[in-house]
Each structure stands twice: as C-alpha cells, then as structure tokens.
C-alpha cells in the first residue's frame, strides 16, 4: 500500500491539472472571439508541467523506498500521458456541463427580464386607458361648450376686442384638444406648434405690458407627426411658474425641426420670486413622461434642470 504522503502528492497534482485545464476551456472560449492558438500554448505548457511535477513525485518515492534509482522512464511516460488526457477529457466535460447549465441560466434569465417588460408594458397601458378613461369620463359635451365660448364672444366683443380675441383663441385650443387623432394616435406637428403659438398670444393679452419672451421657431414641420398636447404642456409650463416681466432676463421658448427627424424643444425662465406662489410639483410634467415612454420609447431624452434662479427644460426628440 502507498504511504499516505505519496497519495496525497499523486492526488493533489491530478486535482491542479484537472482544473487548470477547466480554467484554460474557460479563458479560451468565455470571451466574443476564442483563442485556440493562445490556449493550445497554455495546455502544453500546463501539460509538462504536470508531467515533471509527476516525474518528481515518482523518483522522489523511489529513492525512499529502496534508493536504487531504478526508474522505467517509458513505463512513467506511458501512464502520465494517459492518465493526463482522462483527465484532461474529464475536465473538458465538466467544463462543458458547466458551460450549458450557465447558458441556460442566461436564457431563463432573459426570459425573466422579457416577461417583466412584458408586465411593465401591460401596467404602462392600463394607466394610459385609466388616463383616457378618466378624462372621457369628465369631457364637457362639446357642443355645449363651443356654444357657450361662443356666447361669450358675442358679448364681450363690443366691449373688448382683446378680450374677444382671447375667446377665439381660447376656442382654437379646446377644439384642437377635443379632436380625434389618427390612427397612430398623433397629430400633426404644425398644429401642435400653432397650439403653441396661440397659448403665447392669449398670454400676451393677460398683461398690460409684453412679455419678456423670445418664440423662435426653425425648421420645417409639415410632414412629421407627435402625440398631442406635449409641446402645448411643456409651454404652458413656463406661463405657469415663470416670470416673464423682466426684461433683463427674458424667457425662451425655442422649438427646432432639425435633420433625421429630430425635435428640440427648448425653455429657459426666471422662476417666480418668493413672494409669489410657490412652484409645485408638476402634474403635467409627470403625465408628458408617461406618455412620452408610452408613445417614444428610448427615443426621447426630457431634461429638467434649475441653476440658481433660472428653470431650464430640454426636450430631444425622434419622431
């Protein structure tokens, strides 16, 4: 019977061996483009090693046990390389169990993460058809309503034509947020910057002197379609919270129809002093996400940030 110590060195070198050819299947093949040459080194050169670190164990237990020397070289090398390619096989088929229940951990895994886009999708529309829900739950008939900005008009007209003109402009607004999108859902992007410019005029009219605003619009817009109301609520964001009756510090609200089909929608503004109402937090602005990662999925950035008393807002968008 092997002394205990010679088992242990035989064992512990078949161990080493087994899974240094493990790790190299590993380094050869765990990465985009294998390298076969590159491994092949590394296996010969694991391989003498483990062929002198066996030679050493063999003659050191010769030399113990009778101190003749006496070695078959041949015989040594035989069973060396044998049993280094069963264990090399061995290894290669640990390896590749490994390697199989790894990958089918990555497709249960991104099987997973699907059906979670899946769930998050379904939950994304059930709050847009609540929203829509909701809102043809409270729609004023519009007939009634158009009747009545109508009567107003009728009324005031004699007495102030500003005022008369807000009606109309008022009556633009509603008729463009009550009418039937496409069947994309959308709307064209002319009419949403006409929405925009008419929310500019009707604020112009409130104050008894002009406003502190630039409008510049560039590009052209006839051709391309967004879903309504975005760019009308990102605006009327900035007559909300800013204020625009200094002079010195204008606001700016900037829409650009650039290559590609990219949108840029562009606001800077004084936020409101102290004394005025309190900025809170934006509803509007919550909603024009929702629906943006609805209808815009990874194809829209929404900035939003405040530098000392200035709020700035960028929207980048590819319809």
């Not at 090399?88 to 199989?100: K, R, S």
Request: a positive charge; aromatic letters at 14%.
């Amino acid at each position: 019977m092997e002394p205990l110590q010679v088992i242990i060195n035989y064992y512990s070198v078949n161990i080493l061996f087994f899974y240094g050819h493990v790790s190299l299947m590993k380094f050869i093949f765990d990465r985009p483009f294998p390298k076969y040459f590159m491994g092949i080194l590394i296996y010969v050169a694991l391989l003498i090693v483990y062929l002198s670190a066996k030679y050493y164990t063999s003659i050191s237990q010769i030399m113990k046990t009778d101190g003749s020397g006496v070695f078959d070289f041949k015989e040594f090398l035989s069973s060396a390389l044998f049993r280094a390619g069963y264990f090399t096989l061995l290894a290669t088929f640990y390896w590749a169990a490994n390697h199989i229940s790894h990958f089918r951990k990555q497709a249960a895994n991104a099987e997973r993460l699907k059906l979670i886009a899946l769930k998050d999708k379904a939950e994304l529309e059930t709050r847009l058809a609540e929203s829509k829900n909701a809102y043809l739950e409270q729609q004023i008939n519009p007939h009634l309503l158009f009747n009545t900005l109508n009567f107003i008009y009728n009324s005031v007209y004699q007495q102030s034509r500003e005022a008369a003109k807000c009606v109309v402009l008022l009556s633009d607004i509603m008729r463009f947020s009550l009418e039937e999108t496409g069947e994309d859902g959308k709307v064209s992007l002319s009419s949403e910057i006409e929405q925009v410019q008419r929310l500019v005029q009707i604020n112009q009219y409130r104050y008894d002197k002009p406003l502190a605003l630039e409008v510049k619009l560039e590009g052209d817009s006839t051709n391309y379609r967004i879903i309504p109301l975005i760019l009308f609520t990102l605006t009327e964001n900035v007559f909300k919270h800013g204020q625009l009756l200094n002079p010195a510090f204008p606001a700016a609200i900037h829409v650009i129809m650039g290559k590609e089909r990219r949108l840029n929608f562009y606001t800077i503004n004084l936020i409101k002093s102290k004394n005025e109402p309190a900025r809170r937090r934006s509803v509007g602005l919550d909603n024009v996400r929702i629906r943006l990662d609805y209808a815009y999925p990874g194809k829209y950035e929404l900035l939003v940030s405040q530098t000392g008393d200035f709020y700035e807002l960028t929207l980048n968008l590819q319809l």
